[in-house]
C-alpha cells in the first residue's frame, strides 16, 4: 500500500502562474486571505482560483512541490459565519510562497527572507499578521510583483533585502 502524502492544515491559491500556501492556526484568517486574493487577482482580469482549504496534501516532484485537494473537500471553502460554500477550483499547483499567519507581535516590519522545508522542498516564506487581510495583500501582492509593485528584483523571485 502507498503511503498517503503529508497533510497540512492551510489554504492554496493558484494566482497567475504561482501557487501561495497560507498557514497558521485555526481562526488566523488564512481562509479570508485567500479569498481576497482571489477577488484582487479576478478583478485584475487575472488567472486566481482555490486549490484547497482547510487541508492540502504535499508531495514533491522534480524539486517542486505540488498541493492538492483531498477529495472530500475539493471545491468548497470555510466563509466565516456562514458555512461551507462550493467555488470554483483547480486539482493541484505547483507551491512557490508559503505566507504563515502568525500573531502581530511575531510578524516582522520588513520582509525577513526566510525559508521552509515542506515534504524536502525549500521554499520562500513570509511571515505576515493573522486577521490583518489588507497587510497580507499588499505584502504577497509586493512579492509577486503584482499592482502597484514591479518584481524585478524583489524577494522572493529575486533579490531581496540585504542583498549586494
Same mark, same amino acid.
Given at each position: ?6 497533510? +497540512? &492544515?492551510?489554504?492554496?491559491? *493558484?494566482?497567475?502562474?504561482?501557487? #501561495?500556501? +497560507? ?37 514533491? &516532484? ?10 472530500? #473537500?475539493?471545491?468548497? *471553502?470555510? /466563509?466565516?459565519?456562514?458555512? +461551507?460554500?462550493?467555488?470554483? &477550483?483547480?486539482?493541484? *499547483?505547483? #507551491? ?16 525577513? $527572507?526566510?525559508?521552509?522545508? @515542506?515534504?524536502?522542498?525549500? @521554499? ?9 487581510? /489588507?497587510?497580507?495583500?499588499?505584502? +504577497?501582492? /509586493?512579492? @509577486?510583483?503584482?499592482? $502597484?509593485?514591479? &518584481? ?13
Amino acid at each position: 500500500m502507498t503511503p498517503s502524502p503529508p497533510n +497540512i &492544515h492551510g489554504t492554496l491559491v *493558484a494566482l497567475d502562474d504561482k501557487g #501561495i500556501l +497560507i498557514t497558521g492556526p485555526s481562526g488566523s484568517g488564512k481562509t479570508e486571505l485567500a479569498l481576497a486574493l482571489l477577488s484582487r487577482w479576478r478583478a485584475q482580469r487575472r488567472f486566481a482560483r482555490l486549490v484547497c482549504d482547510d487541508q492540502v496534501f504535499l508531495a514533491g &516532484h522534480g524539486g517542486r512541490l505540488v498541493g492538492r485537494a483531498p477529495a472530500s #473537500i475539493a471545491g468548497l *471553502a470555510e /466563509a466565516r459565519s456562514y458555512g +461551507i460554500a462550493f467555488t470554483a &477550483h483547480e486539482p493541484a *499547483a505547483v #507551491i512557490d510562497l508559503v505566507i504563515d499567519l502568525v500573531d502581530a507581535k511575531e510578524a516582522p516590519r520588513m520582509a525577513d $527572507p526566510a525559508m521552509i522545508v @515542506l515534504a524536502g522542498t525549500s @521554499l520562500p516564506l513570509l511571515r505576515q499578521p493573522g486577521r490583518d487581510t /489588507a497587510t497580507g495583500l499588499m505584502a +504577497i501582492a /509586493a512579492a @509577486l510583483g503584482a499592482a $502597484p509593485f514591479s &518584481h524585478a528584483g524583489n524577494w522572493p523571485f529575486g533579490r531581496g533585502p540585504g542583498a549586494d
